[in-house]
């Protein structure tokens, strides 16, 4: 069983930067592909980017390449998002999940078992 929680969101205008972190503890975090979705009002949930266990492999949907990184330390259980040159549009709650490192479907949900509470990001234009 896996833990999540996520810190960093906050109010920013745009163009501004944010760093969110989501701290995992219980199970085995280095084996747990993590990701990072959103989800606005009134819309579902999406995906924003997704790392693999060891951090190797990086992935972003279309609209945050470029602006977004994602990145882990698992010695420390901790995965970020960096999040650059925001704009209003990327306002929305941000979750943070984990789906075992051999499942498949990065960008969908559904094989992601584990979920955080979720972090408020407003941008302001």
């Known amino acids: 069983q896996v833990q999540l929680v996520e810190s960093g969101g906050g109010l920013v205008q745009a163009g501004d930067s944010l760093r969110l972190s989501c701290a995992a503890s219980?199970?085995?975090?280095?084996?747990?592909?993590t990701g990072w979705f959103r989800q606005a009002p009134g819309k579902e949930r999406e995906f924003v980017a997704a790392i693999s266990w060891n951090g190797g492999n990086t992935y972003y949907t279309d609209s945050v390449k470029g602006r977004f990184t994602i990145s882990r330390d698992n010695a420390k259980k901790t995965v970020y998002l960096q999040m650059n040159s925001l704009k209003p549009e990327d306002t929305a709650v941000y979750y943070c999940a984990a789906a075992p490192a051999s499942s498949f479907g990065i960008t969908a949900t559904r094989p992601y078992n584990y979920w955080g509470q979720g972090t408020q990001v407003t941008v302001s234009s």
């Open positions: 219980g199970g085995t975090f280095s084996s747990y592909r």
